[in-house]
T-cell receptor, first 115, second 114 residues
Framework: SQQGEEDPQALSIQEGENATMNCSYK?????LQWYRQNSGRGLVHLIL?????REKHSGRLRVTLDTSKKSSSLLITASRAADTASYFC???????????????FGQGTILTVHP | NAGVTQTPKFQVLKTGQSMTLQCAQDMNHNSMYWYRQDPGMGLRLIYYSASEGTTDKGEVPNGYNVSRLNKREFSLRLESAAPSQTSVYFC?????????????FGQGTRLTVV
């Protein structure tokens, strides 16, 4: 089964509002990454947070990581119509794990931002 | 800078036919991946190659074979296509754990098996 599970599966908001997406995972990780996918295109990396970090910012993005709960959240502030896309979390397992080095994705959250 | 290039972009196969999906990266990455994406299932890892000459199974390897021809190229082969293999296939590459980490994706191959 997949490592990451995301919540909600779909999110619909108005421009200017904040969007929060959550990701839970099962095994110990080296890092957790968030990706964006526009319809029909390849994925694009947004931000990475390492297992020893709790929070990270990049522009309008804020990512938190709680390794005790095996969960992460992605916050997009002041959303724009152009943020409409699917967002995926991905985990890379730490050394010693059976899946060391592999990048495993969650099922994604479809975000729709209405103008 | 091309990044990750996948060919073909679209393909229709008949059940039982074989084909090879090609992937090449020009970023000198050690790690390469093949994923499939189905509606509501996110991306599922088919095979992974940590470096030239090594490959490892992912979540859904059945019905597929891979070849890491050299550091640049990682191909995915369907020996006898089945309708269940209808999907969008993505190739990706990255530096190994501890260096870089960010994965770069190709634009995908839309495969339909009839």
């Amino acid at each position: 089964s997949q490592q990451g599970e995301e919540d909600p599966q779909a999110l619909s908001i108005q421009e200017g509002e904040n969007a929060t997406m959550n990701c839970s995972y099962k095994t110990s990780i080296n890092n957790l990454q968030w990706y964006r996918q526009n319809s029909g295109r390849g994925l694009v990396h947004l931000i990475l947070i390492r297992s020893n970090e709790r929070e990270k910012h990049s522009g309008r993005l804020r990512v938190t990581l709680d390794t005790s709960k095996k969960s992460s959240s992605l916050l997009i502030t002041a959303s724009r119509a152009a943020d409409t896309a699917s967002y995926f979390c991905a985990t890379r397992e730490g050394a010693g794990g059976t899946s060391y080095g592999k990048l495993t994705f969650g099922q994604g959250t479809i975000l729709t931002v209405h103008p | 800078n091309a990044g990750v290039t996948q060919t073909p972009k679209f393909q229709v196969l008949k059940t039982g036919q074989s084909m090879t999906l090609q992937c090449a990266q020009d970023m000198n990455h050690n790690s390469m991946y093949w994923y499939r994406q189905d509606p509501g299932m996110g991306l599922r890892l088919i095979y992974y190659s940590a470096s030239e000459g090594t490959t490892d199974k992912g979540e859904v390897p059945n019905g597929y074979n891979v070849s890491r021809l050299n550091k640049r190229e990682f191909s995915l082969r369907l020996e006898s296509a089945a309708p269940s293999q209808t999907s969008v296939y993505f190739c990706a590459s990255s530096d190994p754990p501890g260096r870089g980490e960010e994965a770069f994706f190709g634009q995908g191959t839309r495969l339909t098996v009839v």
